[in-house]
């Protein structure tokens, strides 16, 4: 008998011991951790200064009908003062054009006097221009005249000092020789300068 009592108690603690394993209360979710988000960090630059640089590109001048393409290559100097969010300055360059006539190949001499005005997005200023040109073709014609340009462009700040970028400019000229017609060029340049 002490034997059935055994075994009866053993199966009873058995079975109460499998039906309490899991427990009376609900479970426990652990809480999943949050992330929080990466902090983009916009890198800081300050344009303010003098800069000196070189550019070199193509160009398309349209003449008495003709539109003949051409290389260019320049050096320019210029300041910019970064006002924030603005950055405003001024440029004077000289650009030489090798250009491919028609009938025969020449050069022409171009200076700009260029006002600038961008946006500071840190490292990165893209901005709008426009000024003043003289243009003299050196092919026997000694040509020249003054007229007006507007632009984009666009540069990068690699480091404290060196920029790289480009420029599209548009060229306007009237009553450019004594056949009183007027000459266009558009031209686009890859620029580098140094700031110093």
């Known amino acids: 008998m002490f034997r059935n009592f055994t075994?009866?108690?053993?199966?009873?603690?058995?079975?109460?011991s499998t039906a309490f394993a899991g427990g009376l209360a609900e479970p426990v979710a652990t809480p999943t951790p949050i992330v929080p988000a990466p902090v983009i960090a916009v890198q800081s630059n300050d344009w303010?200064?003098?800069?000196?640089?070189?550019?070199?590109?193509?160009?398309?001048v349209s003449h008495s009908g003709n539109e003949d393409?051409?290389?260019?290559?320049?050096?320019?100097v210029g300041y910019m003062r970064d006002l924030g969010s603005l950055v405003v300055g001024?440029?004077?360059?000289?650009?030489?054009?090798?250009?491919?006539?028609?009938?025969?190949?020449?050069?022409?001499?171009?200076?700009r006097l260029k006002a600038r005005v961008g946006y500071d997005a840190g490292?990165?200023?893209?901005?709008?221009?426009?000024?003043?040109?003289?243009?003299?073709?050196?092919?026997g014609s000694d040509a020249s005249d003054t007229g007006?340009?507007?632009?984009?462009?666009?540069?990068?700040?690699?480091?404290?000092?060196?920029r790289v970028g480009?420029?599209?400019?548009?060229?306007?000229?009237?009553?450019?020789d004594d056949s009183g017609e007027d000459l266009s060029a558009?031209?686009?340049?890859?620029?580098v300068s140094y700031k110093f």
């Open 166 to 176: 480009g420029e599209f400019l548009q060229h306007e000229f009237e009553n450019f």
């Open 123 to 139: 490292v990165f200023l893209p901005y709008i221009t426009a000024g003043g040109a003289n243009l003299a073709m050196n092919d």
């Open 69 to 76: 393409d051409a290389t260019a290559y320049g050096v320019n």
């Open 48 to 60: 303010t200064g003098f800069y000196i640089g070189g550019s070199a590109g193509q160009a398309t």
């Open 90 to 111: 001024g440029e004077l360059d000289y650009s030489r054009f090798n250009i491919d006539g028609t009938s025969d190949t020449y050069d022409a001499d171009m200076t």
């Open 186 to 191: 558009k031209s686009l340049a890859l620029r």
């Open 7 to 16: 075994y009866s108690t053993a199966f009873l603690l058995g079975t109460a």
């Open 148 to 162: 007006y340009f507007y632009g984009i462009g666009a540069e990068y700040a690699v480091n404290d000092n060196l």
